[in-house]
């Protein structure tokens, strides 16, 4: 007779197999195991049910988007970037499995090397870091569904001041115009510096529904749902590939005249910083290109994705060995130097992934998609690139920063014609507004600002056509035919 399979994997024998023994005991004890273990499930049960109450409860407890969000600080305009006042901000995330049963402050010091284990102490201690939103003992060991929360005095990475024009707003959907440098929705280092923020703060256009994304330096056409109807209908319309997408990119080199269409497979080589290869291993994707013009060094080449996979136009680029031009993530030697032309890297995906992290810090230059857990506490980033002055002398004074006036906060209508905000930019700095903390790090040190290559790629959403809809954008300066031909072409 064949053994049973025990969920584990270990062999368990069928009943009848045990009646061949003879000592009674077995018999005997046979009716008290199985009210043993009929106890011990009900109690597996009901701790589960808690669990998932417990886990309700407590994602409930989350920030959300919600007035309190959006006006928990503001922006000003400097040097022609959008840059937000430091403020306090909570951050959330669940213990991890491999967390469980070990002590809060060993788990921190590990996983969270950006700063030492003394400064998770302090938080611990201080009762800025907590469980379930309760202080907590140094030596308190991590249970199942736990939420860990991190008050921190959070520094934005500034985006450019270029407004965010609307193309087109009804009832039902908004498009809106995104300039590069600024991320969809929060991420990584950037919260109020994004698309879905600065909509709901100066055009009072809020609980928008994303119904697709761009990359941080990708600007162009961007879709919102007003309605939830209505981001569903369209999301169903791009994932059955009823939607046509143009974008317009400019390209190293003499890029051919024929149309070329690449059908190389894309497969993620890191998700944790999203970096995208050719692989027979990915998924198959498939991208026309169709060149523009030419203007003796570089090329305007107009792209038709028929698929949606993730960084597909900048790879399939890439594999044709004519990257975008300031492609700071693909147009790069660290995938040889060929630069990954024909698939040809030369490295395995874990040297690459270490490499790209030493040569950029991964969350500002790569600029990660989704919060990562490396955002719980921001890592420091490299001093002698990014740092110009410490000790700042307002460092130790800590002050709070005063609630919105009353009328910036008014709910005011906004048309096409007119794009009336509610809370627009302030126009300069305002040092009223700012909040030091004697413990932070960032509070201490005086960044500088990007500049602006930083903040642009040449990759442009430039048209977008669906089932009785299409809308379109102004093509960028870039993309313009005589762009750059004062600059004579170069021999390497």
């Known amino acids: 007779m064949q053994p049973l399979r025990h969920p584990k994997g270990e062999p368990r024998d069928r009943e009848v197999d045990l009646k061949p023994l003879r000592e009674p005991v077995i018999t005997t004890a046979a009716p008290k195991l199985t009210e043993k273990r009929k106890a011990e499930d009900a109690d597996a049960n009901k701790d589960l049910k808690k669990a998932k109450l417990e886990t309700k409860a407590l994602k409930a407890k989350r920030p959300g988007f919600t007035d309190e969000r959006y006006n928990e600080t503001s922006y000003y305009v400097e040097n022609g970037l959008r840059k937000v006042y430091p403020y306090y901000f909570t951050f959330t995330t669940f213990t991890k499995g491999r967390w469980v049963g070990e002590k809060i402050l060993e788990v921190f010091a590990r996983e969270f090397r950006a700063h030492p284990a003394e400064e998770y102490e302090r938080c611990i201690r201080a009762g800025t870091l907590t469980v379930n939103y309760q202080r907590v003992e140094i030596d308190y060991r991590l249970r199942h569904n736990d939420l860990l929360a991190n008050v921190v005095h959070r520094h934005e990475v500034p985006v450019t001041s270029e407004p965010i024009t609307v193309v087109h707003m009804d009832e039902d959907l908004v ?27 100066e055009y009072n256009l809020k609980n928008l529904r994303t119904i697709h994304r761009l990359d941080r330096l990708t600007s162009g056409i961007l879709l919102f749902g007003r309605t939830p109807k209505k981001a569903r209908q369209m999301e169903h319309q791009i994932r059955n590939r009823q939607v046509h997408k143009e974008y317009v990119c400019r390209v190293d080199g003499e890029f051919p005249e024929d149309e070329v269409v690449c059908a190389e497979p894309i497969e993620v080589v890191s998700y944790k910083i999203g970096v995208c290869k050719v692989s027979e291993k990915g998924k198959d994707c498939v991208t026309t290109f ?203």
């Open 290 to 492: 169709k060149r523009l013009s030419f203007n003796g060094k570089s090329s305007v080449v107009l792209c038709k994705p028929q698929t949606g996979r993730m960084h597909q136009i900048r790879v399939h680029l890439q594999y044709l060995g004519y990257p975008v031009v300031n492609d700071p993530l693909y147009n790069h030697v660290v995938f040889g130097p060929m630069k990954g032309k024909g698939g040809n890297i030369g490295k395995t995906d874990e040297e690459l992934v270490k490499d790209l992290i030493g040569i950029h810090n991964a969350e500002n230059w790569l600029g990660m998609d989704g919060d990562s857990e490396m955002s719980l506490f921001k890592p420091k980033l490299d001093i002698e690139d990014q740092v110009l002055a410490t000790n700042d002398k307002d460092a130790a004074s800590p002050s709070s920063s005063p609630s919105p006036p009353e009328e910036d906060l008014k709910a005011l209508k906004v048309t096409v014609g007119t794009q009336t905000g509610s809370e627009p930019p302030d126009s300069s700095f305002a040092n009223e507004k700012v909040t030091t903390d004697p413990h932070c790090y960032e509070c201490k040190v005086k960044y500088r600002d990007p500049k602006p290559s930083d903040l642009v790629m040449y990759l442009h959403a430039w048209r977008y056509r669906g089932p009785g809809w299409e809308y379109e954008t102004p093509l960028p300066a870039w993309a313009g035919t005589d762009w750059g031909r004062e600059s004579p072409a170069t021999e390497d």
């Open 175 to 201: 498009v809106v115009n995104k300039p590069a440098s600024i991320p969809v929705h929060p991420c990584g280092r950037y919260r109020h510096n994004t698309v879905v923020f600065i909509l709901a703060k």
